[in-house]
């Protein structure tokens, strides 16, 4: 296992869900599916150059990821909404980089320890 550290605190929502590892998994998939649409919306937004859609969907997104465990990427989400409030492009650019490989990272993390999704 690499060093670095795995995006999802898996604990949070095993705690949330008394280990009931079907409720578990369905919670993972269910923020999945939530945060790629939130993705899509955010690509929108980046095109049409609509901070404050942004920083909308940052605030979204933030409370979900902290719903699982999934820290750092709320607090991605929590500057992407503070970037839209302060009507701050450049670091609003910045961090729209560094969103999807995380959600590609707490997949993969989900994938190791649930399987595949069906």
């Known amino acids: 296992m690499p060093d670095e550290q795995l995006p999802?605190?898996?604990?949070?929502m095993r705690q949330m869900f008394h280990d009931n590892d079907t409720l578990v998994s369905k919670?993972?998939?269910k923020f999945i599916e939530v945060?790629?649409?939130t993705l899509?919306?955010?690509k929108l937004a980046q095109t049409a150059k609509d901070l404050p859609a942004?920083?909308?969907l940052g605030h979204k997104l933030k409370s979900s990821a902290r719903t699982i465990g999934a820290s750092s990427f709320a607090e991605?989400?929590?500057a992407l909404e503070k970037a839209?409030?302060?009507n701050n492009w450049d670091e609003a650019e910045l961090l729209l980089a560094k969103i999807p490989p995380l959600l590609d990272r707490i997949i993969q993390q989900f994938r190791n320890e649930f399987g595949e999704f069906s």
């Open 84 to 86: 839209g409030l302060d």
């Open 40 to 42: 899509s919306e955010m």
């Open 76 to 78: 991605l989400c929590e």
């Open 8 to 12: 999802v605190d898996i604990a949070v």
């Open 27 to 29: 919670f993972a998939l």
């Open 35 to 37: 945060a790629d649409s």
């Open 54 to 56: 942004l920083g909308r």
